[in-house]
Nanobody
């Protein structure tokens, strides 16, 4: 059992920055690969970024490469998503997810645990 809680969402102007945090419960956090997904109303949840259990390898969706950075602090049981150069199309509910393996993946079906989501709104 892993419980995930996202925070840091809010309203920001286009071109601005925002950092999301995901706090995880449990003592086995460091053994999980972690990911961020986002979802707009009426659309499928899409992959944003993922990081290995060690933090040494990261994956990004093409739409966010060069703008978003995923990182983790295992000592704090926390995963971060630094979002820079935000665009209106980045407006979505962002979800943190945990994959019960050290291998990162873009496939949302391979993530066993999910947070409740945090709203990110980017104004033009």
């Amino acid at each position: 059992q892993v419980q995930l809680v996202e925070s840091g969402g809010g309203l920001v102007q286009a071109g601005g920055s925002l950092r999301l945090s995901c706090a995880a419960s449990g003592r086995t956090f460091s053994t999980y690969a972690m990911g961020w997904f986002r979802q707009a109303p009426g659309k499928e949840r899409e992959f944003v970024a993922a990081v290995t259990w060690s933090g040494g390898t990261t994956l990004y969706a093409d739409s966010v490469k060069g703008r978003f950075t995923i990182s983790r602090d295992n000592a704090k049981n926390t995963v971060y998503l630094q979002m820079n150069s935000l665009k209106p199309e980045d407006t979505d509910v962002y979800y943190c997810a945990a994959h019960r393996a050290p291998i990162p993946t873009r496939n949302r079906d391979e993530y066993e645990y999910w947070g409740q989501g945090t709203q990110v709104t980017v104004s033009s």
